[in-house]
């Protein structure tokens, strides 16, 4: 915000400067895509929101031989969902830093608990809270992976045609939901597929 002229004169709102802070504080929690060509020499993003901001994103974690990537989808569009984008990745590193999940149904329901505990007392909140979410989980030297959903499927695409990988039908941190876990599924020929 800008002040001009004397002391009795109206404040501006510079909403450009305000659109142009969100937005890069929106891509800044994102993780760069060089971390996942480290691991997964074709991958690649497209994440072009409708506005300057969005309510999609991704995750990436790497913790020995086992990586880790989530891609959720928050309910809502703009300011809001980019708020709560933000919410889920501080709870990720909230897991990371302070427990031991693994798998990524165990992953899905700690993201579902941290934000229903985050929200709990607040009945009047003019966002939603929940998320469509999709964990991986793959060992790069076992080539072993398994996959959890929270209202989104994986798609696996190999030489035998495309299999899709159905997650479970919840969202997470819906408010309302009493959810009591999310399914981890085992993929086969992991390493010999194009996932999306």
């Excluded at 891609?71 to 897991?95: D, P, W």
């Excluded at 229903?116 to 076992?142: C, E, M, P, Q, Y």
């Excluded at 798609?155 to 919840?170: E, L, M």
Aim: hydrophobic share 40%; glycine share 8%; proline share 2%.
């Amino acid at each position: 915000m800008q002040k001009k002229g004397s002391k009795d004169s109206n404040w501006i709102i510079n909403f450009d400067q305000i659109e142009d802070s969100t937005r890069r504080n929106y891509f800044s929690v994102l993780p760069p895509e060089e971390k996942l060509v480290e691991f997964f020499s074709e991958a690649f993003v497209i994440n072009k929101p409708k506005g300057r901001v969005g309510g999609d994103g991704f995750w990436f974690h790497n913790h020995g031989d086992d990586v880790y990537l989530a891609l959720f989808t928050c309910v809502g569009e703009g300011h809001l969902a980019s708020m709560m984008i933000r919410i889920y990745m501080n709870a990720l590193k909230k897991m990371v830093e302070g427990y031991s999940i693994d798998f990524p149904g165990s992953i899905l329901q700690f993201l579902h608990r941290e934000v229903l505990a985050r929200f709990k007392d607040k009945n009047n909140i003019l966002l939603n809270t929940n998320a469509n979410v999709g964990i991986i989980k793959f060992n790069v030297k076992s080539k072993k992976m398994e996959f959890a959903g929270a209202n989104m499927d994986l798609v696996q695409v190999h030489d035998k045609g495309v299999k899709v990988i159905k997650g479970d039908d919840t969202q997470v941190g819906e408010i309302k939901e009493l959810r009591t876990g999310y399914t981890s599924n085992s993929v086969e020929n992991a390493s010999e597929s194009t996932f999306y």
